[in-house]
């Protein structure tokens, strides 16, 4: 498995193995049913729990040990028939064979294996057809799909488009094309916008959803082309590119097949998937928790905000997400109406020295309700409806404001290639005495390149600390 495809292909496997599961469970379950009529009788047999059993294994071993569904994505509706019916056969004879060791096959019913053989067959091949066209037809349609940007030349951009389609990937999109030998901006090829040349590529780019950048610049001066990797890689965009570059480091980097070109994967980061699995899980666990207590606070809350000044209890506003995505965020009004429109007068008085960060103490934009809100970081948790819905992780970095965004150059942009979070690196070390947004930039990036799942439970347990002695909040 090539390392530019980790997520996408434990994704595909562990769903699959997933499916297939349900699908053994319900056919042998409806097998059972239609030959004693009663469900909870057979599986009272001993023999009959066991089958089921071995089912379930032999399922898991086979999707683990002979990967029956790499390429699955790939496969016509025929090839699809035919992949599914090898593995119902194969499990078939695995369970016929393991019956005749045993000494168990004569008190076994055949009736029951033709049952759970045509109904597996139907309703894995059903089921797999109809993931299939989600995962194409939805998921690489959605906000959560790879953006992809085609870094390239106009001769080699059609053919370029047309591969990639027909590779039929489904964790990724076109989301933009860059033509880098002639200015094209606002034309379209292939039914993919052109927005920059070779003059507006990264001030364009850093501003765009953008996850990864196929690059194929045969022309091109390869001192150029590594310059435009780095600035990829600074921005913490994965980068691919087309052919041998011998004059970059390789070291710790990937070779390997993008929509069957070669390529040569580039990334300052390599995250193990399966830990950004569990990650998420927690954050819905977490998010589904704080959700609710906030539901239980927000009453309460509400009437304190009401009381002290006139406006919506909830204030909301658009921030930047992992690699550039647009969301909005959510919090408990703790700040007068006129807010924003007085934080041009306040400038001044930002205790930021870069003005890349708005901070400032005895803030007078700050209501007596949302001073409170602020020390206890109250007027955070509805920000779990975010962390719910996946625009936010519970542990990450801060989401900036779009103006704040605006100002990023390549590396501060690199912050923002994972998802942002409730509280972070930042906001427990540095939160209260960091007055340069490089220092931020810094403490961000630490606990990118440091990251696991027990860095994450010691910033949240740091974070009750820090709540709690109300440290740093302005």
Same mark, same amino acid.
């Given at each position: ?7 996408? &292909? ?23 049913i ?5 469900? !909870?009788?057979a599986l009272?047999?001993?023999? !009959? ?8 294994? @032999? ?5 683990? +040990?002979?990967d029956?569904?790499?390429? +699955? ?57 109809? $993931? ?5 037809n ?54 993919v ?8 590529l ?8 953008m996850?990864?950048?196929? =690059? ?17 890689e ?5 980068? !691919? ?16 097949? $993008?929509?069957?070109?070669?390529? +040569?994967?580039?990334?300052?980061q390599?995250?193990?998937?399966r ?17 609710? @207590? ?40 703790s =700040? ?15 205790e ?9 103490e005895?803030?007078? &934009?700050?209501? !007596? ?22 625009? +936010?992780? @519970?542990?990450?970095?801060r ?17 923002m ?7 972070? =690196? ?30 994450d439970?010691?910033l949240m347990?740091?974070t ?11």
């Open positions: 498995m090539h390392a530019i495809n980790r997520k996408g &292909r434990l994704i595909e496997t562990y769903s699959l193995i997933l499916i297939d599961l349900l699908c053994v469970a319900a056919s042998y379950s409806l097998a059972l239609l030959r004693f009529r009663d469900l !909870h009788a009272d047999n001993p023999l !009959h729990f066991t089958v089921g059993f071995y089912m379930m294994l @032999l399922c898991v071993l086979y999707g683990v +040990m002979l029956w569904n790499r390429g +699955m994505f790939r496969r016509g509706y025929f090839r699809e028939a035919v992949a599914v019916a090898k593995y119902d056969f194969v499990m078939m004879m695995a369970i016929v064979v393991i019956l005749y060791v045993t000494k168990q096959a004569g008190d076994y019913s055949r009736l029951t294996f033709g049952y759970f053989t045509i109904a597996n067959f139907v309703l894995t091949y059903v089921t797999q057809c109809a $993931f299939k066209g989600f995962m194409l939805y998921y690489r349609r959605s906000q959560s799909a790879d953006q992809l940007m085609i870094v390239t030349e106009k001769a080699y951009a059609a053919d370029i488009i047309k591969k990639i389609r027909e590779y039929r990937d489904w964790n990724y999109r076109i989301r933009a094309l860059a033509i880098m030998d002639e200015d094209m901006t606002g034309e379209e090829i292939a039914g916008k052109v927005v920059c040349d070779k003059e507006t990264f001030d364009v780019s850093r501003q765009m959803p996850d990864q950048v196929f =690059m194929y610049l045969p022309s091109a001066d390869i001192k150029k082309v590594r310059e435009y990797i780095v600035d990829f600074t921005m913490g965009v994965i980068v !691919h590119y087309n052919v041998e570059i011998r004059e970059l480091n390789l070291e710790g980097k990937s070779a390997g097949s $993008f929509a069957d070109y070669s390529v +040569m994967t580039f990334s300052l390599y995250l193990d998937y830990r950004i699995l569990v990650k998420r899980v927690i954050d819905i666990i977490g998010g589904l928790l704080g959700s609710l @207590l906030t539901i239980l606070l927000t009453p309460f809350i509400a009437i304190c905000i009401k009381l002290e000044s006139k406006g919506p209890v909830f204030f909301s506003q658009v921030r930047i997400g992992k690699n550039g995505r647009r969301f909005k965020i959510y919090k408990f009004r =700040m007068y109406m006129d807010a924003e429109e007085r934080k041009k007068e306040l400038a001044a008085e930002n930021m020295d870069d003005n890349l960060m708005f901070k400032m005895n803030d007078p &934009r700050i209501t !007596h309700v949302g001073k409170f809100l602020r020390k206890t970081s109250l007027d955070e948790f509805p920000q779990f409806f975010n962390v719910l819905r996946g625009d +936010m992780s @519970l542990v990450g970095t989401p900036p404001t779009e103006d704040e965004f605006e100002q990023y150059n390549n590396y501060y942009r690199r912050r290639s994972i998802t942002p979070g409730l509280t972070g =690196m930042w906001q427990v070390k540095g939160r209260g005495i960091v007055t340069d947004f490089e220092d931020v930039v810094k403490y961000d990036l630490e606990y990118i390149d440091q990251w696991s799942l027990l860095l439970v010691k347990l740091m009750v600390g820090v709540v709690l002695f109300g440290r740093g909040s302005k």
